[in-house]
Every structure is written in C-alpha cells, then in structure tokens.
C-alpha cells in the first residue's frame, strides 16, 4: 500500500495533506523519511508523523447511542447525519451505519467501515434479532402478545415473522403503554406499522440490542465508544 493511501485511511489527512505532510519530511517508514507519497508500506511497518506512531488498522467497529433529529446516513444537504456526531478522527472512510434507525428513533447504532460485516447482519437469511422498547398509545392485551406472535400480515400484503411483544406497564388513565418487542427483520417502519395494525400509534421508540450488542445503560444519547474486536465476533 502507497503511504498517502496508509495515512489518509488512518484519518492522518486528505491525500493532499499527507502529501505536505511528506515534503515536511515528518512522515517516516522504519526510522527513514519517506521521500514520496507513491513509497510502499504494509502492516508490520513502523510509520511515524511527526513521532507519533500511526498503527494500521483496516476495520473500525463504533456504538452509537443514536438521539432524536439525525439522520442514519453518511451525508446529508441540510440535516445532521450520524457521522457528524463521530469525532473528525473517527470518520474513516468508508464508515457507515449498519441498517437504519427512523430520524425520530433513538438507541443502539452500529457504525463501521466492514461492509461485510454489514452484509451479514443485515441479510434477511440471518434473522439478527433487534429489541426495541416503546411508549405507545392504546392498550395492548394477551390478544395483542398473541397477534404479534403469529406473525402478522399488514394492509398491504406485507407479511411479517413472528414477533415477541412484552407489555411492560400500562398507564390507564392516558390510554398509553410501555412495551419491549423482539423483532429477527428490519422492514420499513415496520414496528410502526405493526401497531398502527392494532390500532396503537408508537410514540416513542428505542433500539436496546443487537444480536449479542446491547445498548450501555451508561452511553448517554449522541455518545459513542468504539466496540472490542470480541465485541464485534459476538454480534452474530
């Protein structure tokens, strides 16, 4: 691998910046300047900028906890996307959300650069299970629990997996509940949709877990830590 390619995937710089970077001379490869941007370089490399070792890492594994307002996308016009919550040294290229979570839905959202780690936890075949928990409108039953169960087939003709639904508390005099569904699909809207079946309307949503990745009870909205490589193995 070219430095400048090593450099800029590490975040160090733009190609361009890293080139500056070599002409400063401040850029070397086992105790020796590098002399151009086209100079190759591998893993096992010794790469200093400016002193500070710069250790090559190919995949870069985040967890978001996910606020209100922002968008699950790598880019947008007008609106605040999850990457502008990432520190600048944490955008890496190619980092992108796994899946998507509605603007209005907070919780749990995995970032990463591995595209087919992303593949398998989003491929309909593998059945990740996802945990949400809602506050909903309506009063949902042992008829609602049964009808989510299943496996629910929606106006449109969309057919569903089954689903498990836990009534957590009630609150009578507002006509509204606090749930936690277990879904193992990500259709459009589709715990939405699936309330809106029942004639419920979900008013607040939250993802909790992922596979084995759960959300930290201590990662406040808008924050994110990056996940251990075990962490990473364990989703599955």
């Known amino acids: 691998m070219r430095i400048d390619k090593y450099l800029a995937n590490m975040n160090v710089g733009s190609r361009s910046e890293v080139h500056k970077l070599i002409k400063q001379g401040i850029v070397t490869i086992n105790g020796q300047k590098a002399k151009t941007p086209k100079e190759k370089v591998n893993e096992k490399d010794e790469v200093l900028v400016d002193g500070q ?23 947008d016009k007008s609106q605040n996307t999850v990457i502008d919550l990432l520190r600048k040294k944490d955008q890496y290229q190619g980092i992108a959300p796994v899946g998507r979570l509605d603007k209005d839905t907070t919780g749990l959202l ?15 075949k593998k059945h990740i299970n996802k945990i949400y928990r809602a506050l909903i409108t309506g009063m949902p039953d042992e008829r609602t629990v049964a009808t989510f169960a299943s496996g629910m087939s929606l106006a449109d003709g969309t057919k569903l997996k089954p689903a ?13 509940a606090r749930i936690e ?39 406040k909205r808008g924050q994110y830590r990056e996940l251990s490589l075990d962490e990473v193995e364990h989703i599955r």
């Open 53 to 75: 070792k710069i250790t090559y890492q190919k995949y870069h594994y985040f967890l978001l906890n996910k606020p209100k307002g922002v968008l699950s996308a790598t880019e």
């Open 110 to 124: 995995m970032l990463t650069n591995d595209g087919q780690l992303t593949h398998e936890l989003l491929a309909p």
């Open 164 to 176: 498990e639904l836990t009534i957590l508390e009630k609150y009578p005099d507002q006509e509204q």
């Open 181 to 219: 569904v277990n879904i193992s699909e990500g259709k459009y809207h589709q715990i939405k949709r699936m309330f809106g079946a029942c004639g419920m309307k979900v008013l607040e949503l939250e993802r909790l877990q992922m596979g084995n990745l759960k959300l930290d009870k201590d990662l």
